[in-house]
């Protein structure tokens, strides 16, 4: 049992943007020989949204004005 002056209940919105960006390089000697390598620039961004909606549970509620 819920027992309440005022009864509100609202969706919440969320909203989140991302940026990344990286890259490697690496080297080595083995075999009497220098390698070197590396890795092409990577970057990677975005958005998410979503909404969040709330509710009341099916029972018994009091809501009383003054």
């Known amino acids: ?3 309440t002056g005022t009864l509100n209940y609202n969706a919440i ?6 940026s990344a960006s ?4 690496s ?3 083995g075999g009497g020989n ?3 390598g590396g890795g092409l ?3 990677q961004k975005g958005n998410s949204r ?3 909606l709330s509710g009341v549970a099916q029972r ?3 809501v009383r004005d003054g």
């Open 13 to 18: 919105y969320n909203e989140a943007s991302y």
């Open 27 to 29: 080297g080595g000697y």
């Open 60 to 62: 018994t509620i009091i």
């Open 1 to 3: 049992m819920l027992g």
């Open 34 to 36: 220098w390698n070197v």
């Open 50 to 52: 979503s909404d969040n």
């Open 41 to 43: 620039p990577i970057s």
């Open 22 to 25: 990286g890259a490697g390089i």
